[in-house]
């Protein structure tokens, strides 16, 4: 579904030199130009990263209807926004999710205005879900400071973060699905997630730039022994 909505043939829009800096134009240019930013803007979705969500959910059919779902780094919604369709909400399921901008509200679905790094947080998601989750999805991303090891570091303890919330949150059987940009520390992450899944993916979905180190690791059959 996600790749046929997708147009690659259309004619380049090239922007007029001398109105922007170099590096605005380039970036100008490969919006106007992106099939999945302009699909986004067709179908509704606040962000182009909708189809990657969808994509994954193609491939490891994550989402049921009725599921109490967690979006962690939700801004500017796209994500809650594909959670919503595939769940039935507003009428059935649930989704909370948090990131530290704010999002327009998205009928049905619960928005923390909050920090993955605070101590609280758990506790205020385990208030607001009032049950154990489903599906715990992170798109979180840190500020891109241009300096690649500082991203890579700090994705992966968003990373780290993500899956510790979802140890805290998942129930039996549920899964989750986290950004990371590759590099140090990504196998350390994997190996934690297989003592908590039974099985674990890596997935780059088209719709994810190819010159982007970002992977998605999807962790299914949650297992932690802890469970109470
Ligand atoms: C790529 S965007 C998410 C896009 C979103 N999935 C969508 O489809 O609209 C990454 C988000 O992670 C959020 N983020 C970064 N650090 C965070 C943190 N410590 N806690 C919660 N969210 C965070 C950012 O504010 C940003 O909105």
Redesign the pocket.
Known sequence: MANNLINNSRVKVKVKKGAKSVSSRRWLERQLNDPYVIAAKNDG??????Y??IEINEKYNLFKKGQAVV????????????ASKFIGSPNKGKIVS????D?EPIEGVIFIN?????EE?ITVIKQKLASKADLI?S?????ASGHKSTDQTRSLL?AE?ALDAAIQLLKENGAFCC?LIRGKGEEDLVKNMRANFSEIKRFKPTASRKDSAEIFLIGLNFNNQDLA
Request: aromatic share 4%; charged share 20%; proline share 5%.
């Open positions: 979705y606040r962000s182009r990263s909708a990657k969500l979006d962690l780094g939700s801004a500017p919604g796209g994500w809650s926004q594909v948090i990131d530290i901008q999002v909050g920090s993955i790094m605070d947080i999805i798109d979180m991303a840190p500020h968003l973060l950004k």
